[in-house]
C-alpha cells in the first residue's frame, strides 16, 4: 500500500471534506439514529474511528453497549481516509466517539461537530496525553497508552452508563488481566531476553513500543516518521538506514507491511541479503477480525522469534 506525500494527502482530503462535509452532515442527520441496525437495541452507542481503539472498547462495553469502528480494512491507509455519508451517519449515533487525534484521523472531529448530539462523550486519544499534531500519533503500540486508555474508555462508559459502572469494572479487570496476559508476559519475555538488542525499523509505529520492549531501536526517527507520513526521506536517512543494514549494526528489521513502498522494499531485501531477521507488523488489526490482543500477541511472537533467529538467545 503506496503513500503519496503527507502534504499532498491532506490537502486532498481536506478538500474532499470541506466540498462534501455539509453533505455529509445532513445525510447523518437525515437518518439519525438508523446508521446500524443495532443502533437502538443494546445500550450505550460507541463509535470508534480506528479497530484498534474499538476491540478495546467492545470488550470493555461487553454486552451492555454496542461499538462499531469506522476504519476495519487492513488495506486502508487511516492518514488519508476520506469518510463516507455512512460514516457521518455511524457516527452521528455516537453516544461516545472514540478518536485518535494527534493529526491522525482530523476527518472524525469534523464530522462529529457537523452532528452534534446532546450528552456525548468524545474521547480524543491524543489529548489524554497532551499530545498535538506533529507528535507520534501510533499510541496503540505503548503498552502504557493502551492501560490508559482502557481506563479511561471504562470511566466514559459508566458516566454514560452509571447503573452498570461496576459490571464495566469487571470488564476492564478481566480485560488486563487474562485478555492481556499473553501481551504483557510476552513484553517482560522480550526486555528480560533480548534487552539492547539493537534493531531497526521502517515506521514511527514501533518508536512507541520498542522502549517496553527493551530494544534499542537506531533507525533514525525522521526516516521512520517520514515513511509513516508518506513524505521525503532525506538523503542522509536514506544512507545511514541502508549503512545500518548492510553493516549489521541492526539483528532485525521490523517493518509495517501496510506501507510496502518502494523504497521499504529495497531495504526489505537489503536485509534478506544480509541474512537480517525480518518482522512484520501492521498499523490496524490484521486480520480484521482479530482481537486487539491477538493481533498484537502475532506480532510480538513473531518479533521474538526474530530476535532468537538474529542472536540465538
Known amino acids: 500500500m503506496g503513500r503519496r506525500g503527507l502534504g499532498t494527502r491532506f490537502r486532498t482530503a481536506a478538500a474532499t471534506a470541506a466540498a462534501g462535509l455539509l453533505a455529509l452532515a445532513a ?26 481503539w474499538g476491540s478495546i472498547a467492545s470488550q470493555i462495553a461487553g454486552v451492555h453497549a454496542d461499538v462499531q469502528s469506522i476504519i476495519t480494512n487492513p488495506a486502508q491507509d487511516p492518514h488519508s481516509y476520506e469518510p463516507s455519508a455512512n460514516d457521518a451517519r455511524t457516527l452521528a449515533t455516537a453516544q461516545l466517539a472514540i478518536v485518535n487525534g494527534i493529526g491522525y484521523d482530523p476527518w472524525a472531529p469534523k464530522l462529529l461537530a457537523a452532528n452534534p448530539a446532546p450528552g456525548r462523550i468524545v474521547l480524543t486519544v491524543g489529548n489524554l496525553f497532551g499530545l498535538r499534531d506533529g507528535d507520534n500519533p501510533h499510541r496503540w503500540y505503548d503498552p502504557a497508552d493502551v492501560a490508559t486508555v482502557a481506563d479511561t474508555i471504562t470511566a466514559e462508559l459508566s458516566k454514560l452508563d452509571p447503573k452498570d459502572a461496576h459490571y464495566y469494572a469487571n470488564q476492564l479487570a478481566t480485560f488486563q488481566t487474562r485478555d492481556l496476559e499473553r501481551y504483557h508476559q510476552l513484553i517482560a519475555q522480550i526486555k528480560s531476553r533480548y534487552a539492547n538488542v539493537p534493531v531497526g525499523a521502517s515506521e514511527s509505529i514501533f518508536a512507541l513500543q520498542a522502549p517496553a520492549l ?38 532485525v528489521w521490523i517493518y509495517n507491511s501496510q506501507n510496502a513502498t518502494p523504497q521499504i522494499q529495497r531495504l526489505n531485501a537489503l536485509a534478506r541479503a544480509n541474512h537480517i531477521p525480518i518482522a512484520t507488523i501492521t498499523e490496524t488489526l490484521a486480520p480484521a477480525s482479530a482481537t486487539f490482543e491477538q493481533w498484537q500477541v502475532a506480532q510480538l511472537e513473531q518479533i521474538e522469534r526474530a530476535l532468537h533467529d538474529a542472536t540465538g538467545r
Open 214 to 251: 527493551g530494544l534499542d531501536l537506531i533507525t533514525p526517527y525522521s526516516f521512520m516518521k517520514a515513511i509513516s507520513e508518506g513524505t521525503e526521506v532525506s538523503a542522509q536517512d536514506t544512507i545511514t538506514t541502508q549503512e545500518q543494514i548492510a553493516r549489521h549494526q541492526i539483528k
Open 27 to 52: 445525510a447523518g442527520a437525515l437518518s439519525g439514529c438508523g446508521a446500524t441496525s443495532k443502533a437502538s437495541t443494546n445500550g450505550v452507542r460507541v463509535v470508534a474511528a480506528e479497530n484498534f
